[in-house]
């Protein structure tokens, strides 16, 4: 059974830091792209940061780039290194996995079958 463990989410203040960390298991994830998605309440959930398969490419969303950086840590497990945090970053934060999303593309939801139960981040003003 495929399990997705996300960690490190909390309640910081604008300009602070804070990593994420997702361990998967009951299977390997060597040849699947892991990534990270978001979501406010009552919103869809929107494309944070991807890597495709160990030692692949890297995608972010425009509104991370640059602060944000996902780093495969060894074949199933995903960290993001989130820098210089604001408010609108608040929302709970899903690791996922997937196969497909290395053909239809690192930020489509649809490419990825496995998901986490999510973390919370809030950012205080």
């Known amino acids: 059974q495929v399990q997705m463990v996300e960690s490190g989410g909390g309640l910081v203040q604008t300009g602070s830091s804070l990593r994420l960390s997702c361990e998967a298991s009951g299977r390997d994830f060597r040849s699947y792209a892991m990534g990270w998605f978001r979501q406010v309440s009552g919103n869809d959930r929107e494309f944070v940061a991807a890597?495709?398969?160990?030692?692949?490419?890297i995608v972010y969303a425009d509104s991370v780039r640059g602060r944000f950086t996902i780093s495969r840590d060894n074949d199933n497990t995903v960290a993001l290194e989130m820098n210089n945090l604001n408010p609108s970053d608040t929302a709970v934060y899903y690791c996922a996995a997937g196969f497909s999303a290395q053909v239809m593309g690192l930020s489509k939801i649809k490419g990825y079958d496995y998901w986490g139960r999510g973390t919370q981040v809030t950012v205080s003003s």
């Open positions: 890597s495709a398969r160990s030692g692949g490419n």
